[in-house]
């Protein structure tokens, strides 16, 4: 296990202000906004769980309890939600079948899968969508996209992945931010995580 | 590649420009000890950006002195050889080598003499860059190649033909020792070599207008390209390019490769967006309030 102070990039003398203003930049690094449908997910969730729990190791050790022992978080910090299972789609089982294809990188089969299903709905035009969005090619994710929400005007899950794509997708920007507002929210939440942890 | 991937200078701490000179002059000083005296004259800011990429992530940058290609009598500071400066500069010389050959072929016989010239004088270095690396120079290949084809059927679509270029600078990465920032590094690679395609494609424009030559923007857009949709999916591509370095540990280069793609990419995105770009490289002015 790395040592946690290492991990929050801090020196072991850092004062709690200063930790706690290194956590909360890291955790506005790997926020999970920012690495929303990126096939890297997986490896910024990790990153935000070795921040929180070094975090919540230090702050173990400093209140005098703990003694450095690793215990699993009991959801102090920020943290990654499963958030593709809130949409189960249609139903229909090859679209289900594509779903569970992209989830795994097999993008060439999802395409073949999907070229097969002979009426096109929105439905179709959204995990089309994805596809590109997964391969990077996010020019043809957004026409698909679009087209999924004309289909379909009424469904959140194209609604919100046509917004993404017209925002330009979302990173952290460590020069001040240009433009993003979202960011503001989160900051807030942030903060206010920051604060809950400092009183428990 | 280019030149399109440059730091903002201003912005950068001394230290850190230092430290971009220094690797600037280690890839020349490294390809001039691999592949003789004309290599190195075909570096570029691309090329630099690449081997800052490759570069395991030392706390410590290295450093030695050696005599400036340029300029015999002096001598500078550079940073010592490693094998991702090996790795960029044989690449470097491979991707230079099939593009002159790309525009060999695409020149009339008269215009074509200068890029056979360039090839020829090249041809030794690519011979022995082609061995040592032998899987991306058959990649490059087969990406030009398909590229090709793609512009022979007038390709519509911008990403089939970004994805040839992307896929092809992905495969400049080198192993690591994490896998993690292995797929980082190749999702960081494929869309900066997306956007430097774009942004080539954006800067070509209407040169390849008046000439009548295959442009994926041209064919996309049919007829004058979309300011704001371009400007939203080369966002996206600069976006997925952060989220992902933020993802992999560069040590003491992270400064300068935060600057790169942060200030440097951006701008010069806007450059090329507003049509300013010739001009700014003509006059070789490079203020951030451009």
């Not at chain 2, 280690?26 to 075909?42: H, N, V």
């Not at chain 2, 050889?81 to 016989?109: F, G, H, M, P, R």
């Not at chain 2, 190749?186 to 207008?209: C, N, S, V």
Request: with cysteine.
């Amino acid at each position: 296990m790395r040592d946690p102070y290492s991990v929050l990039g801090v020196s072991s003398n850092a004062t709690d202000q200063e930790i706690k203003r290194a956590y909360r930049e890291l955790a506005r690094k790997y926020h999970p906004d920012n690495y929303a449908n990126n096939p890297l997910a997986d490896l910024a969730e990790e990153k935000m769980k070795e921040i929180n729990e070094a975090y919540e190791t230090i702050q173990k050790q400093r209140s005098g309890g703990g003694g450095g022992s690793y215990q699993q978080s009991s959801g102090g910090g920020y943290g990654y939600q499963q958030s593709g299972q809130q949409y189960g789609g249609s139903g229909n089982p090859t679209y289900s079948r594509v779903r569970n294809m992209i989830q795994m990188g097999d993008l060439n089969g999802a395409e073949q899968l999907l070229r097969e299903v002979p009426q096109k709905n929105g439905e179709w035009y959204f995990l089309m969508g994805s596809i590109a969005y997964r391969r990077g090619w996010l020019d043809e994710a957004m026409q698909n996209y679009n087209l999924a929400v004309q289909m379909d005007p009424n469904n959140l899950e194209y609604r919100q992945a046509l917004a993404m794509m017209q925002r330009g997708g979302q990173a952290y920007r460590p020069y001040g931010g240009g433009g993003m507002d979202s960011l503001d929210c989160c900051t807030t939440m942030l903060c206010l995580n920051c604060l809950c942890n400092g009183c428990g | 590649m280019f030149g399109y991937v440059r730091p903002v200078r201003e912005e950068l701490k001394c230290k850190d420009f230092d430290r971009y000179r220094a690797t600037y002059c280690g890839l020349c000083g490294t390809l001039r000890q691999r592949y003789g005296w004309i290599a190195p004259m075909f570096l570029n800011f691309d090329f630099t950006f690449l081997a800052l990429l490759l570069c395991k992530g030392e706390t410590q940058f290295p450093v030695c002195r050696g005599r400036c290609h340029a300029n015999p009598f002096l001598k500078k500071t550079m940073c010592a050889s490693n094998e991702a400066l090996v790795a960029a500069a044989d690449e470097s010389v491979i991707l230079t080598y099939w593009q002159l050959k790309d525009k060999v072929q695409d020149s009339s016989v008269w215009k074509g003499i200068p890029y056979r010239v360039l090839c020829l004088l090249l041809y030794t270095a690519y011979r022995k860059a082609a061995r040592q690396r032998q899987a991306f120079d058959l990649l490059v290949q087969k990406q030009l190649q398909s590229l090709a084809q793609l512009e022979g059927e007038n390709c519509q679509s911008l990403d089939r033909a970004a994805d040839t270029f992307a896929v092809l600078l992905q495969g400049a990465a080198i192993p690591r020792e994490d896998v993690g920032e292995e797929r980082a590094m190749k999702e960081l690679l494929y869309h900066l070599g997306r956007w430097i395609y774009l942004i080539d494609a954006l800067d070509d424009f209407k040169q390849d207008q008046k000439e009548g030559n295959y442009n994926p923007i041209q064919q996309r857009f049919s007829g004058e390209p979309h300011q704001e949709q371009m400007a939203v999916t080369l966002n996206h591509s600069l976006n997925l390019m952060c989220s992902a370095a933020q993802l992999i540990d560069f040590g003491c280069r992270w400064a300068i490769i935060e600057n790169i793609l942060y200030l440097g990419l951006p701008l010069v995105q806007k450059a090329v967006l507003d049509g300013t770009y010739q001009q700014v490289k003509k006059q070789k002015i490079w203020r951030s309030n451009l």
